[in-house]
């Protein structure tokens, strides 16, 4: 490193904005062409370049509990963090860095961010931290996610390094079907969960911000396994293919519903809710296919359950739709789900019911981090009330819209 690159009257190397720029410029360069399994020890090669050691790159873990190490030469492979419980977990939910003083230096937490959704968290330790090392820090993990959510199409790697336990083939199909579980603009967030993480089978979302509106949808196939995964995936790309054309909301129902009756005869059937939320004006409209009501949140209470007019489930021939709508208010949560999650029984035989939901729903907390901790929280909440565990397919999908401020426009002024 040359003298011109060091701080005046220090012993230390200058990591402000010039050297910034070359070591993420060169990092960018080696990444285009570098195969997956090299790009953690370049990464760790790099954090050396500005005297950081003990990289650790951590991954979310299916469960959705652990941040689990991935393994890689230069890379230090250690036990797996809890999310609720650990500096890095904090990093994760908070979506901020986190620093811990250690004798020979600071620990550094940077979550590894793509957009929105969360990658998992960059871990390394420097001697000394200010604020040129932690602008530069916060650039280089915002670069090593972008680098790793591109490597990650190409390499069963990431997959591997986040399982915790076998994955049935079914819930491999719609681990691969979903979007990412968390999306947050200033106007909107939406946050999903699936139970059981390894085992899952007919539950699915989708959503896609096209412009203006939010364009979401919940199924659920009828079944279990593979059948039901099949299922599932005929009905979310029955919807992301009319979604894509433009159709409205009761032509997106029949064209579903021809899907699933086309494919797997009258005695199959898929429950559904299709939404779109206007996120300039907070303009809801559904439509439900036989699926359990969403819960309309204000306040962070659960103030009405959102009855409206429904259709028999897609693939059963159900009458034409009509849409239902309600006006929102900035802070309004929408929460959808699955019969799975009322439906599950305690020892004695009792169902776990939509009022006990909703009364957990009430008790949750407030938690730094948005969207992405609020939806784990409630989550592994329910998880814990249905005992721990999960018989059938449960589904959470939380919309939430935050209004329209005026310092983040939806969309650009001409």
């Known amino acids: ?33 570098m195969p997956p399994q090299l790009i953690a020890p370049m990464i760790a090669e790099e954090v050396a370049g500005i005297d950081g050691r003990e990289v650790s790159i951590l991954l979310q873990d299916y469960g959705r509990e652990l941040l689990v190490p991935l393994p890689g030469q230069k890379l230090i492979v250690g036990e797996p963090q809890e999310i609720t419980a650990s500096p890095a977990g904090t990093a994760f939910l908070r979506a901020t860095p986190v620093e811990v003083a250690q004798a020979d230096g600071v620990r550094m937490y940077l979550p590894l961010l793509d957009g929105s959704d969360e990658v998992g968290v960059l871990a390394l330790t420097l001697d000394t931290v200010d604020d040129d090392d932690r602008r530069l820090l916060r ?24 399982r915790r336990e076998p994955m049935s ?15 947050s603009v200033p106007q909107v967030a939406v946050g999903g969960a699936v139970e059981p993480a390894y085992g899952i089978a007919g539950d699915s979302f989708d959503y896609a911000l096209n412009d203006n509106i939010l364009h979401a949808a919940v199924i659920d196939a009828m079944g279990h ?13 029955a919807y992301r293919h009319a979604r894509r ?11 579903m519903d021809q899907a699933i009756a086309e494919q797997f005869g009258p005695d199959h059937f898929v429950t559904a809710q299709m939404m779109n939320l206007d996120i300039t004006t907070g303009l809801f409209q559904w439509v439900n296919a036989g699926h359990p009501v969403p819960l309309l949140i204000r306040k962070r209470h659960v103030v009405r359950q959102l009855e409206s007019r429904t259709t028999l489930p897609v693939g ?6 009509s849409i239902s709508q309600l006006q929102l208010q900035p802070g309004d949560r929408v929460l959808c ?14 169902s776990f019911g939509e009022e006990r939901l909703i009364r957990c729903v009430n008790r949750i907390e407030h938690v730094e981090g948005g969207m992405r901790a609020e939806a784990l929280q409630l989550s592994q909440a329910l998880k814990q009330e249905r005992g721990g565990h999960t018989s059938d397919d449960a589904t959470l999908f939380l919309i939430e819209w935050r209004g329209n401020p005026a310092n983040h426009p ?3 002024q001409e």
């Open 316 to 321: 059963l021939g159900g009458e034409r739709p």
């Open 139 to 162: 650039r280089l993990a915002s670069l090593v996610a972008d680098i790793l959510v591109t490597k990650h199409a190409y390499t069963d790697r990431f997959f591997q390094a986040r």
């Open 245 to 255: 054309a433009g159709i409205n909301l009761p032509e997106t129902y029949r064209y």
């Open 169 to 183: 083939v079914a819930a491999e199909m719609q681990w691969s079907l979903l979007p990412p579980l968390t999306m």
């Open 410 to 412: 939806a969309t650009l």
């Open 337 to 350: 789900y699955t019969d799975g999650v009322i439906e599950e029984r305690n020892a004695d035989g009792q």
């Open 1 to 33: 490193m040359e003298d011109s690159e060091r701080r005046p009257g220090k012993n230390v190397l200058d990591r402000s904005e010039g050297l910034g720029e070359r070591l993420l410029g060169l990092l960018l360069d080696r990444a285009h062409e």
């Open 225 to 237: 396994g593979l059948d039901a995964a099949t299922m599932a995936t005929v009905a979310v790309g």
